[in-house]
């Protein structure tokens, strides 16, 4: 491993120590290794950035450092797949996802190979490094490319859980996670299957249906708003595709009011696939999709960003009331 230049130079693993979540991915990813599984993984130099550097030490010879080279990446996993490897690849999602687009479409899940593609960073969470970098059209892409899967893990545990039941997972996989800062949602050890939504309360009023980074604050505006007398509940959509139908025909039968809260664009992902449920089986049921309202994001903190699209605690309350009130 390379050192750092000198005693000026960014310290990655100072910065790892206050992005606990960046070790979950190593975690599952050793786990999985030591259990006999023949899993390889690589990144676009940026082991650093999404914690990789732990699985290189731990297993040398099974990481591939690809360098600013991700559509590269994402073929050369696919050649692994084809030999009997089980390639899990990580860059920044904005790169991933529109970057590597052809490659995922063609050499991946065209050819049905089960590589797993991490994209980390996502929505609005790589802040001051600007558009470019933020992912708020991945859902939506990844989504619609036949034959791959696509998972939005909550927190860390929940996002070791869905690695380890990706172990005999037979399609391609695209794993959409955040900074390795999200508040933890779930204990380790939480049980993940893929497809099925995660139900945390019910609602007569109103249920949210959230994914990835905003699980969190809409758990805990649920619970404010049910502190505030409203009937509202709460479901972890984790896997965006397949969509578990089933949970959201429940939630528009129980529920006058469905609303959806995405650290992504508000046309393609999560909300626009509750949309097609909804609009496939003629539920009547009135649906907020709340996100980012097609538009390029701004450039600030992330934590300022998320209050300015209200998609922390207090804005998706807000949101939340407002809509309530309507009904």
Same mark, same amino acid.
């Given at each position: 491993?390379?050192?750092?230049?000198?005693?000026?130079?960014?310290?990655?693993?100072?910065?790892?120590?206050?992005?606990?979540?960046?070790?979950?991915?190593?975690?599952?990813?050793?786990?999985?290794?030591?259990?006999?599984?023949?899993?390889?993984?690589?990144?676009?130099?940026?082991?650093?950035?999404?914690?990789?550097?732990?699985?290189?030490?731990?297993?040398?010879?099974?990481?591939?450092?690809?360098?600013?080279?991700?559509?590269?990446?994402?073929?050369?996993?696919?050649?692994?797949?084809?030999?009997?490897?089980?390639?899990?690849?990580?860059?920044?999602?904005?790169?991933?996802?529109?970057?590597?687009? %052809?490659?995922?479409?063609?050499?991946?899940?065209?050819?049905?190979?089960?590589?797993?593609?991490?994209?980390?960073?996502?929505?609005?969470?790589?802040?001051?490094?600007?558009?470019?970098?933020?992912?708020?059209?991945?859902?939506?892409?990844?989504?619609?490319?036949?034959?791959?899967?696509?998972?939005?893990?909550?927190?860390?545990?929940?996002?070791?859980?869905?690695?380890?039941?990706?172990?005999?997972?037979?399609?391609?996989?695209?794993?959409?996670?955040?900074?390795?800062?999200?508040?933890?949602?779930?204990?380790?050890?939480?049980?993940? %299957?893929?497809?099925?939504?995660?139900?945390?309360?019910?609602?007569?009023?109103?249920?949210?249906?959230?994914?990835?980074?905003?699980?969190?604050?809409?758990? %805990?505006?649920?619970?404010?708003?049910?502190?505030?007398?409203?009937?509202?509940?709460?479901?972890?959509?984790?896997?965006?595709?397949?969509?578990?139908?089933?949970?959201?025909?429940?939630?528009?039968?129980?529920?006058?009011?469905?609303?959806?809260?995405?650290?992504?664009? /508000?046309?393609?992902?999560?909300?626009?696939? /509750?949309?097609?449920?909804?609009?496939?089986?003629?539920?009547? /049921?009135?649906?907020?999709?709340?996100?980012?309202?097609?538009?390029?994001?701004?450039?600030?903190?992330?934590?300022?960003?998320?209050?300015?699209?209200?998609?922390?605690?207090?804005?998706?309350?807000?949101?939340?009331? %407002?809509?309530?009130?309507?009904?």
């Amino acid at each position: 491993m390379n050192q750092p230049l000198s005693k000026d130079s960014w310290q990655y693993r100072g910065l790892n120590a206050i992005t606990p979540g960046l070790s979950y991915l190593s975690d599952g990813l050793i786990a999985l290794a030591e259990a006999g599984h023949p899993v390889v993984a690589g990144s676009a130099d940026l082991q650093y950035s999404n914690g990789l550097v732990r699985f290189a030490e731990r297993f040398p010879e099974r990481y591939t450092q690809f360098g600013i080279s991700e559509q590269n990446m994402v073929t050369a996993a696919a050649g692994m797949a084809a030999t009997g490897c089980m390639p899990y690849v990580a860059t920044f999602a904005s790169f991933l996802a529109l970057l590597c687009c %052809e490659q995922i479409r063609m050499d991946v899940a065209y050819c049905g190979l089960p590589v797993r593609l991490i994209g980390h960073h996502t929505g609005i969470s790589l802040g001051f490094y600007g558009t470019s970098h933020h992912a708020t059209e991945d859902l939506a892409i990844m989504r619609s490319i036949a034959d791959l899967t696509v998972v939005a893990p909550a927190d860390g545990p929940q996002l070791v859980a869905a690695i380890k039941a990706s172990a005999n997972y037979p399609e391609p996989i695209y794993f959409r996670i955040g900074r390795g800062r999200e508040p933890v949602v779930y204990e380790d050890g939480v049980p993940f %299957e893929f497809g099925k939504a995660i139900e945390h309360s019910q609602g007569e009023q109103m249920t949210i249906i959230a994914c990835g980074s905003t699980v969190h604050p809409a758990l %805990e505006a649920s619970r404010l708003l049910k502190a505030a007398g409203y009937s509202v509940g709460m479901i972890d959509m984790a896997t965006v595709k397949p969509l578990d139908r089933d949970a959201v025909l429940r939630a528009a039968k129980r529920s006058r009011l469905l609303m959806t809260v995405e650290e992504h664009n /508000v046309l393609g992902g999560l909300g626009g696939a /509750v949309a097609e449920v909804l609009t496939e089986e003629g539920c009547g /049921v009135r649906l907020i999709r709340h996100g980012i309202k097609d538009e390029y994001s701004l450039i600030a903190p992330p934590t300022h960003l998320y209050a300015h699209y209200k998609l922390d605690t207090a804005g998706i309350c807000a949101v939340a009331e %407002e809509a309530l009130r309507r009904v």
